[in-house]
């Protein structure tokens, strides 16, 4: 499978910071991810001048295929902090990841400080946790996304991966899962001064769960996912 992907080496988007950042064609979009197209949407990247750039992206107008963008990850100087994806998903076909591209990902991130968020299905399908634990192994910090706290706890019961975890809209403060277990919501969503840059939260191993309340234009639609 062809996956063409976009690198801005220095983000404008306040909330992530001046780092490296990735978009990656929509058709690596698990189908159980309930903000996925065919879902009737509601994610956040589906609006605005990010939609527009993630559909150049995406119809192969924009950005690089995959092994020329392997080959921009590996040669990034040591220690660079980057985020993959702020839209899109690992490599794979909706449905089961492709452990070949994934590896080079991992691979090519040694030495550097990379993470990314994935609803790719690791609770039912071995060969998918399987991977996602190999990267995190590597180095690559994989964020499980969670669909509500409950699902979060569903995520962190696996101990494939760190959990994030998508919130309710007004859910500002800090909170817990059903078993108990501490959600911090991410400083940079209710912050002015801070960013991905600074936080680095999700880009490291840790026992919490990081929240994201639900924003955008696909707020309502992520608000109802959220409180299920």
């Not at 976009?6 to 490296?20: D, E, L, Q, Y």
């Amino acid at each position: 499978m062809q996956y063409n992907v976009h690198i801005t080496m220095k983000s404008k988007n306040a909330k992530v910071g001046r780092i490296p950042v990735t978009t990656t064609s929509a058709s690596t979009c698990p189908a159980v991810c309930p903000f996925n197209h065919a879902n009737e949407g509601g994610c956040y990247a589906d609006a605005g001048p990010l939609a527009m750039h993630w559909a150049k992206v995406t119809d192969g107008n924009r950005g690089d295929a995959w092994p020329v963008f392997i080959g921009k990850i590996a040669n990034m100087k040591a220690g660079t902090l980057w985020r993959h994806n702020q839209a899109g998903d690992l490599p794979g076909n909706g449905n089961t990841l492709d452990a070949t591209a994934c590896f080079q990902l991992s691979e090519a991130n040694k030495g550097k400080r990379g993470w990314t968020y994935t609803h790719y299905d690791v609770i039912n399908d071995k060969h998918n946790a399987r991977i996602v634990e190999m990267m995190v192994r590597d180095g690559f910090m994989v964020n499980l996304s969670g669909n509500n706290l409950a699902h979060a706890d569903d995520l962190y019961d696996t101990r494939v991966a760190p959990v994030t975890t998508v919130l309710p809209s007004d859910q500002l403060t800090n909170t817990v899962t059903p078993k108990g277990r501490k959600v911090v919501v991410c400083p940079a969503t209710i912050k002015d001064d801070v960013s991905c840059e600074d936080c680095k939260l999700c880009a490291r191993m840790r026992d919490v769960i990081v929240g994201f309340p639900a924003h955008g234009n696909g707020k309502k639609k992520a608000d109802a996912v959220a409180s299920a």
